[in-house]
């Protein structure tokens, strides 16, 4: 059952490293029987090069760190705080007391210090090498020591002797500069608490930048002390103060993250308005948006008023905010506001502005010059990228690699979100094989590539909570952290997927929630703790994707808002259920062995067995909890395919082909079953379809 | 498979109310199917008087919740952080503002404040009402607001047709005014993120004493301005900043729990004399003590400069400490240090002290003077009580109730911990019925019985650490809150174990990690997260008692410190296993059913194979992991158990009794398996031996 760890196809480039690392992991894997972790390089991101040496480094209790050359505060924060996690990672006592070098297991060796404000492109470059008698990480500065760091926290490994890394050496850089997660905190609130383990995870991951989506139409979440009412009229109570702001941009800079503030605008701004109706182009009052979707509610971009709070409020956050740079939104106008309005249209004819995009035009040409005024490079979504703007400007592109390309050629950067959005429910290998270099960005002179600065994964909460986004996040931004980092051709999806697995397990070590949280999430819909057959059922479903999510609420007459509970099974459950994918992949491996692989065959009708008798231990449960009725179905269905299932194997036990007819009312069965149901995928109806479908051919005969 | 609600036979008192509730508790269960849990009344500690009305309390949410009558920022605090709390047990999305008294679903009424400063005994009553229409709390003051709130979030359960509150009206007060839970944060340090989160769980079950045993010799773990060296040097780095531990207490006080704080002397105190050794009855120098134990380091209690250091250390902690009691410890001084010094020997002969014992007693009489100038009452362990000790001292005991049945007729306050030892690994059921006025206490007068305060939980954490400390705690110390709060013959354990899963499911809920780090923590000892084997064994075994972990220790030559890694398999699982005890009750149900049900033969068949079949799945698992190869022979062990149980089952369906030789055999090698391996104990054992007993009888014969 184990995964398949062979050379990515797609894999072009000549590095004879990494297939150095390839072939490691392969024979590791294939070495040991299949229910043991193979004893492998689980480093994620993968490195630049990674050649493995003779042997491995024992990291016993004594193992101690030495900072030799440089040195300063943040650098030692970081070297004590590699031995608090590696404490959490084996159960050792380390003290945090740094050692001598002479001595030290791990020696840490930085040239010179970081930029005092961490910027965009600075170093991230490491060199670690490992072997038995101990491990040597250098790099020009912290922040490559901080990465070097991480990758040594994922090289540890349990053994049967003991805690031991591989000995590897390790040259290491990314590939882009701008690693990001985006954080929607507009659509539901998130606690600091949940902000710092996301810290935590993207760190493990090497990502680079934090950008907080702060403002929206259904909530403005950051104190302002220029314009107080912004969060308190703007937030139900729910905002960060400015000290914790600072707080947790301390946090993340400790880790070699930036925090960079997005308050979107012209549009995507009802909670502005609710204190500043003045703000706006029609004259509210406003109630903070509890919908999803593009409304009306547009600042006014005609009045010298808004220019003057804007560049207040840039002014204040601008000092809040230490990054180079400040995103301001601009997506998705509507124009409707501007239209209805008379003085608008009347500004707009006098301005010769044609048109509702023009008069956008206008409105972030004012603003580029106050934000840039403040010392900050503009970022924004596709939509501000208009003829004119300076080419300091970051252009994050919703739309895809093309509209990338297109700013690129104009001398624009870019970083890459289409492809990258979370909240839609996306396997990870879906989003690690999106390429911000592919596709038209691959017809780019090499000068202009350098524009393409990387992505952002970004997690959009409509669907999504301060008790859910934790597994709405991880571990699939790894991959995109992996896509980001790693060169152009690390592209193994099960190697991706056996490295994602050891990473999702480290995060929970550090104490990130995405794991546990289904388990509590179950059991309260639940209202027991006794959830074997639920977690049965979890197992094998997914969400649907969103826009299925959307779609059908809005068949159901029901409209979505920030105020209906997420506390449905399809919250409890993981975006991508990793018993699935090994289910998926024995059948596979069944099929393609002819029938013959036992353990594949044997493993496959426990798993059936188990899904068909799973209903009638689970019905109960689901009755009795408001919550869980609509997934009576979803189980019913999962019976039926174990039952589906189970006909195909003993047909080929029988060594007797099944008929045509069987097989296509077994097939449109499936498919029936497959639909999604409260908003969940049978995940695992495909392969149970590959097997009936197997039950046709010679291979079953005797 | 369901637990046995009968009520308790132990049931003496007349009250029928109480009855009435058990009775329905029972109703409810019988009329359910055994999967569902039924829809009760799952409060914890169960209140002193409860009368179940007619329907029930929908809780949509658009529930609110609103103060008429006294209001105080506490007061407030206490209903907004209901509200969140109750988001969290519904994953509603509940605005914290409170509403109008007129239309609020929870109205609170409070007659006047509390005292500035929690004081012992102080009021904790309220009495709720909860009908269709709403519910109304009222109490004296916000601290019993507090306790009626957590009744309310109790009574919250999933039911078909949403979430609903029960009809009931319940007139509540606690038995005991002290009711504590007692945190070694000296053997290992414990963070105060953990800290806060079993100040969380202390609330939810109404216990109102956080006690923490701050120093010993294995480390002094807050900051003292005055005596700076005894953090720096006395504790690696690992204690508390006055700061944070102010911030401790206010936020327990806001749950309505004293912090008392304790400062072991003049034994339990080597960390003190790191920094400066001048304290000790020997000159030193010494270090921070590595081991487990009784050791010899003592202050010398014939020096004056010994009790200037004290008045002006307890000054400090009296202030910022802001409790009236004050806590010395006292315990296990072996007088070593005391005869080997001659000055002491001089000392007692000029003071006509006649032992060791004198001596000390010397000491706390001087102690206590200190304590009691700084406008605090001593408490102390049993050794405390000597004559001459003023009234107003509080003597905490291990040694049992006669201890504390001695103190009450000689006037003295008392609290039990004998018998309420979380480390000692046993189960919640030995605990509850722990009585402190039990015993001897029962033999006071009804006046001296007043004296009786009640009792605390003691986490001693040789053994446990901040990653293990809260499933050694939760959800068991929830048995001993109830046995300190509810009546007397409160005493059903099958119902306090179906409440107590209730209560484990809320405390995650609320954020505790007791249930989800057996997972992390199994999962890093294997270096995988695919541990459905593991999770097999972790379920059919518990820890074996700390005393024969002890003293295999010390058979294998092996010296128990601070620095061995709490990492095994025994320190990651729950100290009680769940699924044993519903295995031996479904044991018990079969046989005693005299082989007739079904129901239960069926699970018990399941599980026993299950249990058969694991091994073989764990063993390259076990073998993989340094951390897990001792665990091997238990999985084995296991698969024995799994197949003499089947054997058993086999000729109970062949109605063929068996030979009384076979009996033996399995007998004696189910005893051999049961014995403790690893620190593990198959729990499941017992059961097994069951049923391989029950295949003697004529029930067996057709």
Not at 316 to 341: C, S
Not at 666 to 683: E, G, N
Request: aromatic share 8%; glycine share 6%.
């Amino acid at each position: 059952m184990d995964a398949n760890f062979g050379i990515g196809r797609s894999m072009t480039g000549p590095s004879y490293l990494l297939i150095l690392v390839f072939a490691l992991i392969s024979s590791a894997a294939t070495a040991k029987a299949p229910q043991v972790a193979p004893v492998a390089i689980n480093v994620m991101p993968m490195p630049a090069t990674l050649t493995p040496g003779a042997g491995r480094l024992m990291v016993p209790q004594t193992f101690s760190v030495a900072i030799a050359g440089y040195n300063e505060p943040r650098l030692e924060r970081a070297a004590r705080r590699f031995l608090r996690d590696l404490g959490r990672e084996t159960g050792y006592f380390l003290s945090d007391r740094l050692g001598d070098a002479g001595r030290a297991t791990l020696v840490i060796h930085a040239d010179h210090g970081s930029e005092p404000v961490q910027d965009l492109g600075e170093d991230e470059s490491y060199v670690l090498d490992v072997n038995s008698a101990g491990a040597k990480l250098t790099a020009p500065n912290p922040l490559g020591v901080m990465r070097g760091l991480q990758t040594f926290l994922q090289l540890v490994e349990v053994t049967p002797d003991g805690f031991a890394a591989p000995a590897v050496h390790i040259e290491d850089s990314p590939r882009f500069p701008w690693r990001g997660l985006s954080i929607d905190v507009s659509r539901h609130f998130v606690t600091m608490a949940v902000l710092k383990r996301n810290v935590d995870a993207m760190a493990a991951v090497k990502m680079n930048v934090l950008h907080l989506h702060l403002s929206d139409d259904q909530g403005f979440r950051l104190e302002s002390r220029e314009f107080p009412m912004l969060q308190e009229l703007g937030s139900d109570g729910m905002y960060y103060l400015q000290s914790e702001m600072r707080e947790l941009i301390a946090y993340a800079g400790d880790r070699g993250i930036r925090v960079v503030p997005e308050f979107d605008m012209p549009g995507h701004s009802t909670a502005w308005f609710v204190g500043y109706p003045d703000l706006a182009s029609s004259p509210g009052p406003y109630q903070i948006e509890r919908r999803w979707g593009i409304f009306d509610p547009a600042m006014d971009p005609t009045r010298e008023s808004t220019y003057k709070m804007l560049d207040k409020f840039i002014g204040e956050m601008a000092t809040l905010f230490p990054d180079r740079y400040f995103h301001i939104g601009g997506d998705e106008v509507n124009g409707k506001q501007w239209d209805a309005n008379p003085k608008i249209r009347e500004f707009m004819q006098a301005h010769n502005l044609k048109s509702d995009q023009e008069l956008q035009q206008y409105f972030t040409d004012r603003v580029e010059k106050i934000v840039s005024r403040h010392h900050k490079f503009m970022v924004g979504w596709d939509e501000i990228l208009t003829p004119g703007m300076p080419k300091d400007i970051v252009i994050q592109s919703w739309r895809g690699q093309d509209s990338l390309a297109e700013a690129a050629r104009q001398g624009y950067r870019g970083i890459l979100s289409s492809g990258y959005y979370l909240d839609a429910m996306a396997p990870a290998a879906q989003h690690y094989l999106v390429d911000p270099l592919a596709g038209a960005d691959a017809t780019l002179t090499p000068a202009q590539q350098k524009l393409i600065l990387g992505g952002e994964a970004c997690m959009w909460e409509e669907f999504a909570s301060d008790e859910t986004i934790e597994s709405r996040i991880w571990p699939r931004a790894a991959a995109i952290a992996e896509r980001l980092w790693s060169p152009q051709q690390v592209q193994d999806v099960n190697s991706m997927y056996r490295r994602m697995a050891a990473v999702s397990a480290q995060l929970e070590e550090l104490g990130l929630t995405h794991r546990s949280s289904t388990a509590v999430l179950l059991g309260r819909a639940a209202g027991t703790d006794d959830i074997a057959a639920l977690d049965v059922l979890a197992q094998a479903v997914q969400p649907a994707s969103i826009t299925i999510r959307e779609t059908e609420a809005e068949k159901a007459g029901g409209i979505q808002t920030s105020d209906i509970p997420l506390n449905r099974m399809v919250d409890a459950i993981a975006p991508e259920s990793a018993a699935a994918r090994k289910f998926s992949s024995a059948v596979d491996q069944f099929v393609a062995s002819k029938f013959q692989d036992a353990a594949a065959k044997s493993y496959i009708r426990e798993q059936l067995m188990t899904w068909r008798d799973n209903d009638s231990a689970l019905q109960p449960l689901l009755q009795n909890s408001f919550l869980l009725k609509e997934v009576a179905p979803v189980s019913q269905n999962l019976a039926a395919l174990g039952a589906a299932g189970l006909q195909a194997l003993d047909s080929i036990d029988a060594h007797k082909p099944t008929a045509a007819e069987w097989r296509q009312q077994q097939i449109a069965a499936i498919q029936q079953a497959a639909k999604p149901t409260a908003d969940l995928v049978l995940v695992i109806a495909p392969a149970v379809q590959k097997l009936v479908e197997a039950t046709s051919g010679a291979a079953v005969a005797p």
